[in-house]
């Protein structure tokens, strides 16, 4: 990790997919990464979902990280108790990773946000909420996003640019959190 942030290219793309730890223990590939339509589902769904087992959990805090998407204008990513959502160019939700679901709605598709997404969420946090699944566990678009996920790590120039953006965003959100919970006296 390179100042708090995880590089997936420093581990293989099916350990990406399944988990490091994992994936060194596993046989076949197939053993631990389960890909099936069953896992699909919609923005609605998983905002409901998510609202209805964890109330309050998709609120975004004032001094949450927030960062701007590099594949699609006015997009951002931002962090909230649930995962990472997908802001629209409006502020509006319109995707996130929350729990183990990514989603995006139908409306924001074919932009590159799924992989940007993906990536995001694996360079903040350091692993994928579907490494602690028993088999990790992907709809066919959401392993070919994950799979994208890996291959944009892999663009340098690219990635650079998201850490350090990342990187940048984390100081301002250190130093607002300053003034939002320590204002001078």
Not at 38 to 60: H, M, N, T, Y
Not at 68 to 76: I, Q
Not at 180 to 185: E, F, L, Q, S
Request: with cysteine.
């Amino acid at each position: 990790m390179d100042e708090g942030v995880f590089d997936p290219t420093s581990i293989s793309e099916i350990a990406f997919l399944v988990g490091p730890d994992r994936y060194e223990e596993a046989d076949c590939e197939e053993e631990f990464l389960d890909v099936d339509d069953i896992f699909a589902k919609d923005f609605d769904r998983v905002w409901r979902e998510q609202e209805l087992a964890c109330p309050g959990s998709l609120s975004i805090e004032p001094t949450a990280l927030r960062t701007p998407s590099l594949r699609a204008e006015g997009y951002s990513f931002v962090d909230v108790d649930a995962g990472l959502l997908l802001l629209a160019p409006d502020g509006s939700p319109c995707g996130g990773y929350i729990g183990c679901d990514l989603v995006i709605a139908p409306e924001h598709q074919g932009k590159g946000l799924g992989a940007e997404l993906v990536l995001e969420y694996a360079m903040r946090n350091g692993d994928l909420p579907t490494w602690w699944l028993d088999a990790a566990a992907y709809s066919v678009a959401g392993e070919a996003a994950h799979r994208a996920a890996y291959a944009l790590a892999q663009d340098r120039d690219f990635f650079v640019l998201k850490r350090d953006e990342l990187i940048n965003a984390k100081r301002e959100q250190s130093m607002v959190s300053e003034i939002v919970c320590c204002p001078a006296v």
